[in-house]
């Protein structure tokens, strides 16, 4: 049984989705552009496909998981490949391939279009949203559609999350606030620490370190997303080294040592016929710094190993747990912190990147989705 050579990570080192990734004019692989959806202050976390923004710009969700969270009624209508949707007598027809939907007795056109991936509907989010009464806002700096079907959603954290006083966890006293759609579980998970065995080092939150600002932690999330889209999908089908390249530019470097690992990785994924897919969601709100100066970031992710011939080195993650046996087209989902790394202080800027330690199953919790 072979094992992918592990790759050491020196001391001066330690400072998308499948068919949807597009090849650059230069031959560059560009991850998806996945967002977040905020409905009413509360983020919705999508159970496996994801929102995206598509080649015009627009912003697809899953129908389903939007359009029910609104209240809304959602059905299929198979044979003529169409999605109606209902929310306090207003009616909309979508249909799959089409730039046009029925609009109550109306035909109204739109500039993207409706369509079928991996099972699921995606639909244009702004369109139905606001067919449906909503108020539909862009953030660029987070990559965040926020939508409003209220006028008075309580109190807000600083990316326009709702704050919850009751039902807290245990910990609460250690964190700033607490959020109305994060698990008590997510922030009961203990801590990380520098060494597995040493207890005695305390996280210390993202409020109280100078250079945590929501400027610079918007950049952060913004590449550890980038560097989760690349990272938990894998197809050895399609995958090359313009994959290894466009991961080794997530991550911070202090030498071109570790793309040669992820090279090796790229071929390694080809001989195993390894197919991955998943996703990253760091919570900006959740970032520790430890005692020994290490950073990191707790973040949701869910995970489907689709198919491989050993179950050795599924991911490009030096801890990945070649005992631990995984089922084939199950997803898994749990928490982990994710380490980053910066080469200087203050305004971070461009050196803001993923450490190169990072790992899924360094501190995490995973068990099979429900």
Known sequence: MRHLKKYSISLLMMTLFGSLFV??????????????????????????????????????????????????????????????????????????????????????????????????????????SEVLGAKVEWDGDTSTVFISTKDDNGTMDPWGRLIRTTDLPKNAADYPYILADVPNAMYEMPYPYSHPTDSKVSAVLFSSVPEFT??????????????????????????????????FETKMQSSNAELKY??????????????VEGYLDPEPSMIYKD??????????????????????????????????????????VGYADISLSTNVGGNWGST??????????RNYVIRKAD
């Open 23 to 128: 090849l650059t004019a230069n031959g560059a692989v560009r991850p998806p552009t996945f967002v977040s959806v905020v409905m009413d202050g509360q983020k919705i976390w999508f159970p496996d496909a994801q929102a995206y923004i598509d080649e015009n710009s627009r912003t697809l969700v899953p129908v389903r998981f939007v359009a029910e969270t609104m209240g809304a009624k959602v059905g299929w209508e198979a044979d003529t490949r169409t999605v109606p949707i209902e929310r306090d007598g207003q009616k909309i027809l979508l249909t799959i391939g089409a730039n046009e939907a029925k609009v109550n007795d109306d035909d109204v056109s739109f500039d993207t279009k409706a369509v079928m991936s991996g099972g699921r509907t995606f639909v244009p989010l702004r369109f139905v």
């Open 214 to 247: 929501k400027e610079n932690v918007d950049l952060w999330m913004n590449r550890l997303q980038v560097f989760g889209a690349l990272w938990l999908n894998v197809d050895y089908r399609t995958i090359d080294q313009s994959w290894a390249q466009a991961l």
């Open 262 to 275: 992820i090279q090796q990785y790229v071929d390694w994924v080809k001989e195993n016929q390894i197919q």
């Open 291 to 332: 005692g020994f100066g290490n950073n990191y970031v707790r973040s949701k992710f869910r995970i489907k190993f689709n198919s491989f011939k050993e179950n050795n080195d599924l991911l490009y993650d030096e801890r990945f747990p070649n005992d631990q046996k995984f089922d084939k087209q199950v997803w898994y």
């Open 352 to 361: 803001l990147k993923v450490d190169p330690g990072a790992s899924l199953f």
